[in-house]
């Protein structure tokens, strides 16, 4: 782990820690709430309140560094920063209106287009997840190991049902145990602690979604890429990925094979 990793993972697990008290003051207390446009989902006071914090206090530490998230303004200005910080204030903001513990706070710094260090915190549970690039992920400081499962029958996927439709499986959907949780992040997080074995996600893919749980996951030792098999990368001028796939290297190859029809199954 190099230094300044170090140095960057302790104030991104401050500043998550920060949020999480925030959010705990609105959750579970009918936090002002509305649609935003587009069709880009709901926002809550507590989204808002925490993006500024974090933009202060990370801003101010780091000045150098770009920025990117969900409720702030992007711009190009980050473009041109080598190393920067790519946030979701709340991930999972239905769940954190809905009174359900399982929203985070996702917080990551890249550098160069990877992920360098990340936080993913529950506040609800007080649960969290940080990894640093080459340095291993942990869980409230405990070492976290990925699932090995290879079999695409009954692997444990966290998904949505959509994500099964023929439409994406031309060549017909694998046969497994479908689970979901709200936050991205978090189902990231959870394949990296081996508590399930996969994840997926064909939709576009916002990087404050997936830049700081797809460090954790693969520092677990999962393999972590997009919906075509090839590797996350962040900063990009359009920050979305073409969905993210992770699991183990077996079972990752295994839906990539079957997508590409190179299994021989027949939808």
């Given at each position: 782990m190099q230094a300044h990793d170090r140095d960057d993972l302790a104030l991104l697990t401050e500043?998550?820690?920060?949020?999480?008290d925030v959010a705990l003051r609105y959750w579970q207390n009918n936090p002002r709430a509305w649609e935003k446009s587009e069709g880009a989902g709901p926002v809550t006071e507590a989204d808002l309140?925490?993006?500024?914090?974090l933009s202060r206090d990370l801003k101010a530490a780091r000045p150098s560094y770009g920025w990117l998230s969900e409720e702030s303004q992007d711009g190009p200005a980050r473009l041109s920063a080598r190393?920067?910080?790519?946030?979701?204030?709340?991930?999972?903001?239905?769940?954190?209106?809905?009174?359900?513990?399982d929203f985070s706070h996702a917080l990551a710094v890249v550098e160069d287009g990877r992920v360098r260090a990340a936080v993913v915190y529950l506040p609800a549970v007080d649960r969290l997840y940080a990894a640093t690039l080459g340095g291993g992920a942990f869980?409230?400081?405990?070492?976290?190991?990925?699932?090995?499962?290879?079999?695409?029958?009954?692997?444990r996927i966290l998904t949505t049902k959509?994500?099964?439709?023929?439409?994406?499986?031309?060549?017909?959907?694998?046969?497994?145990s479908r689970h979901f949780r709200s936050s991205l992040a978090y189902r990231l997080a959870l394949v990296g602690e081996g508590r399930y074995d996969g994840m997926l996600?064909?939709?576009?893919?916002?990087?404050?979604?997936?830049?700081?749980?797809?460090?954790?996951a693969a520092?677990?030792?999962a393999k972590v890429c997009d919906?075509?098999?090839?590797?996350?990368?962040?900063?990009?001028?359009d920050p979305r990925s073409a969905g993210v796939f992770a699991g183990s290297q077996a079972l990752v190859d295994k839906f990539m094979a079957r997508l590409s029809g190179q299994t021989g199954l027949t939808a």
């Open positions: 500043a998550a820690r920060a949020a999480g309140e925490i993006d500024r914090l190393r920067g910080f790519i946030i979701d204030p709340i991930d999972g903001t239905r769940a954190f209106m809905d009174g359900s513990g869980c409230n400081d405990r070492p976290l190991s990925a699932s090995r499962h290879a079999e695409e029958e009954g692997a959509v994500n099964f439709e023929p439409r994406y499986w031309p060549h017909g959907a694998p046969s497994v996600t064909f939709r576009p893919t916002w990087e404050w979604d997936s830049a700081a749980g797809s460090l954790i520092e677990a030792g919906r075509d098999g090839l590797p996350l990368t962040f900063n990009r001028p």
